[in-house]
C-alpha cells in the first residue's frame, strides 16, 4: 500500500487560510468516508483534528474543517495562528481493511 | 482520562526479537479497537498493526507481516507487539493508539517507545 500523498510544506501568514490536499486512489480514499487529519508538534504525538472527512472531535477548533472530493481530501486551516505551525497527516482506510497515511505536510506561519 | 503508555523499546541487533507492551487506563478498554503506528527517525507515520476490541481479528502491513504479532488480553488492559527477524528499518518511534470508531480514526496516542536496530 503506497502512501498517500501530500505536499511536502504549506505556508501562509497570519489569519490568511491555507489548504492541504491528500491524494489517494479509488482503493482507498475515493473509496471510503473514513479519512483522517492528524497534527503533530515536533517531539509530540500526533493529535486527531478531523475523522470521517468532515468531523471535527471535540475541543478542536472549528478553524480546522475537512472535505473531500474523488481520490483527494483537503484540510483548511482558517484564520491561521502560530500555533499551526506543526506537521500534518492525512490517513485514509483502505480495501485491505488496513490504514495508510499521508507522506505529511509542513506548515510553516510567516 | 485516557492514557497509553508504550514501554519495551531499546537497543536489538539485526535479526533480533523485541517486545513492546502498551498500558491503557481511564476507558473501557476492552471496547476498543487499537494499533501501532511508527515513525522512522525525521520520516512520517506508518501504521504497522491494528487488533480488534476482542483481540479475536489482526492486520498487518505488508512490510512486518510474517515478523511480527500483534496481540491483548483485555483482563489486563495491556497490548503486546512481539517483533521478530528485526531489520535496520524497523528502527522508529512505535506509538499504540486506539480508533474511535470505525475506519480507523486515532483519538488517542501514547508518546510512544523507540526501538533501534542497529548492530
Known amino acids: 500500500q503506497s502512501a498517500l500523498t501530500q505536499p511536502a510544506s504549506v505556508s501562509g501568514s497570519p489569519g490568511q487560510s491555507i489548504t492541504i490536499s491528500c491524494t489517494g486512489t479509488?482503493?482507498?480514499?475515493?473509496?471510503?468516508?473514513?479519512v483522517s487529519w492528524y497534527q503533530q508538534h515536533p517531539g509530540k504525538a500526533p493529535k486527531l483534528m478531523i475523522y470521517?472527512?468532515?468531523n471535527r472531535p471535540s475541543g478542536v477548533s472549528n478553524r480546522f474543517s475537512g472535505s473531500k472530493s474523488g481520490n483527494t481530501a483537503s484540510l483548511t486551516i482558517s484564520g491561521l495562528q502560530a500555533e499551526d505551525e506543526a506537521d500534518y497527516y492525512c490517513?485514509?482506510?483502505?480495501?485491505?481493511?488496513?490504514?495508510?497515511f499521508g507522506t505529511g505536510t509542513r506548515v510553516t506561519v510567516l | 482520562e485516557v492514557q497509553l503508555l508504550e514501554s519495551g523499546g531499546g537497543l536489538v541487533q539485526p535479526g533480533g526479537s523485541l517486545r513492546l507492551s502498551c498500558a491503557a487506563s481511564?476507558?473501557?478498554?476492552?471496547?476498543?479497537?487499537m494499533c501501532w503506528v511508527r515513525q522512522a527517525p525525521g520520516k512520517g507515520l506508518e501504521w504497522v498493526s491494528g487488533?480488534?476490541?476482542?483481540?479475536?481479528?489482526?492486520l498487518y502491513a505488508d512490510s512486518v507481516k510474517g515478523r511480527f504479532t500483534f496481540s491483548r488480553d483485555n483482563s489486563k488492559n495491556t497490548l503486546y507487539l512481539q517483533m521478530n527477524s528485526l531489520r535496520a528499518e524497523d528502527t522508529a518511534l512505535y506509538y499504540c493508539?486506539?480508533?474511535?470508531?470505525?475506519?480507523?480514526?486515532?483519538?488517542?496516542w501514547g508518546q510512544g517507545t523507540l526501538v533501534t536496530v542497529s548492530s
Open positions: 493508539a486506539r480508533e474511535r470508531s470505525g475506519g480507523w480514526p486515532l483519538d488517542y
Open positions: 487488533i480488534s476490541s476482542s483481540g479475536g481479528s489482526t
Open positions: 481511564g476507558f473501557t478498554f476492552r471496547d476498543y479497537a
Open positions: 479509488s482503493s482507498d480514499v475515493g473509496r471510503y468516508k473514513y
Open positions: 490517513s485514509s482506510y483502505t480495501r485491505s481493511d488496513t490504514l495508510v
Open positions: 470521517d472527512v468532515t
